[in-house]
């Protein structure tokens, strides 16, 4: 459940298949490590770590009990560190990157608590269910993107559930670099999940107010699963989404609550670190607040939970007690934002939806035809594009699915290949 549990140079192409040499990065710009064969994993050609050293950049909140840290390789890459500086990010490089076919590079953009490793080149990598099927496959998007002649890159953030606004900025950072290496002018974007509000944002302007503009480096847009529209999931189906995550009820998942305080095992506490909107100090989860929009209007609100009303309206229920959705989209959503923006008439845009609500291990959104997670009319929803080159169901892919079943890599590739 990637939302709930669920980043001047040389113009021109160079020759197909050819390397380009090129101007470095800007100068704000730091290549501090690069981990190539016999260090990097999951069938990666290479990893580097970037330092943009731009002002404004932050080290954002981590959730004290760890379950926000990176893991994993993703330690090695960030040099050692668990939380690192959201100013820093990894650029991974698939096989073919400087040799590959396509004249126009793809930047893969993963999805909430998730990471380059497990969204595109092992969906297995976090062991069973992880994929959001029963078994996982150990290849992905990458792979069946590099198979195909595409120069593939992909972008790992600091933070798992961070800024938005700051991982659009990483985003533009990632292009940057890839238009030095290869000498191009312009890449594909395919963004997952919370990965789509980064890329749409970037290529918007939608931007810290420190922050640089859209550099008009972008040709095609994909988002897959993103919540275009918005999703409401966490206020809508609360009761159930709030035991994965209170300790007390022995929740472990690295998510945000819609409550400030819930009652388990007849212990009623309070855990400011998990909550939606900033309490007690702590702002752990600024990216999932931003995708916020309320869809009560339109497929109601699940009154078989417990506590439902109070959870999406606010107030205090017999268990919880919390502010409600409104007060967190007024805390700062982005999608009215990112819609008022709109989508440069340049970036050609494509939007792709699940149509399974059958994701393993979750209560699946079950209000309207959806993914398990997003609505399909939020996946689907061209408010503020401009350009619209396609849009697509995958009729037997849930939101976990959507980055790496054959499917939806297909669609993928069709779109990349027009």
């Known amino acids: 459940m990637l939302l709930t549990l669920l980043i001047g140079v040389a113009a021109g192409l160079p020759a197909a298949g050819g390397t380009a040499v090129a101007a470095g990065p800007p100068s704000y710009l730091t290549m501090e490590a690069s981990y190539g064969a016999g260090t990097v994993s999951n069938g990666w050609e290479r990893v580097e770590r970037y330092l943009d050293t731009t002002s404004g950049f932050r080290t954002e909140g981590f959730p004290a009990d760890g379950r926000g840290d ?21 650029l991974y490089s698939a096989p073919g990157w400087d040799t590959g076919s396509r004249a126009t590079p793809v930047l893969l953009v993963h999805g909430a608590n998730d990471t380059a490793d497990r969204a595109w080149a092992n969906p297995g990598e976090s062991g069973g269910y992880g994929c959001g099927a029963m078994s996982c496959p150990s290849t992905g998007l990458m792979q069946y993107l590099s198979a195909r002649g595409h120069r593939v890159f992909a972008v790992g953030f600091a933070h798992k559930q961070g800024d938005n606004l700051m991982q659009a900025q990483v985003v533009g950072d990632a292009i940057a670099v890839i238009k030095a290496k290869l000498g191009v002018s312009k ?26 503009p859209y550099a008009g480096d972008v040709r095609k847009l994909i988002t897959v699963g993103g919540p275009n529209g918005g999703y409401d999931y966490p206020y ?30 007849g212990t009623y506490t309070a855990h400011p670190e998990f909550s939606m909107t900033p309490s007690g100090g702590q702002d752990n989860y600024p990216g999932q607040r931003q995708m916020l929009a309320r869809w009560d209007g339109v497929y109601g609100v699940d009154g078989a939970a417990q506590d439902w009303y109070t959870t999406y309206y606010g107030g205090q229920g017999f268990y919880t007690s919390g502010d409600g959705i409104q007060a967190a989209i007024d805390a700062g959503s982005l999608i009215k934002p990112l819609h008022q923006a709109g989508v440069p008439s340049s970036v050609t845009t494509y939007l792709l939806a699940g149509g399974s609500p059958t994701v393993v291990g979750i209560f699946n959104e079950n209000r309207g035809p959806s993914d398990g997670v997003v609505f399909v009319s939020s996946a689907l929803d061209t408010t503020g594009v401009a350009t619209v080159g396609g849009k697509a169901t995958v009729a037997d892919a849930n939101h976990l699915e959507l980055g790496w079943k054959s499917s939806s890599a297909s669609q993928i590739a069709s779109w990349l290949a027009a």
């Open 236 to 265: 809508a189906h609360g009761w159930a989404h709030d035991f994965s995550i209170w300790p007390e009820c022995g929740g472990k998942v690295n998510a945000p609550s819609p409550h400030a305080k819930m009652t388990c095992y």
């Open 70 to 90: 990176q893991d994993g390789k993703r330690v090695t890459y960030f040099g050692g560190v668990a939380r690192p500086y959201s100013g820093r990010f990894l």
């Open 187 to 212: 890449v594909d974007l395919v963004g997952w999940s919370k990965g789509e509000m980064s890329t749409r944002a970037y290529v918007s302007s939608v931007k810290p107010s420190w922050g640089r």
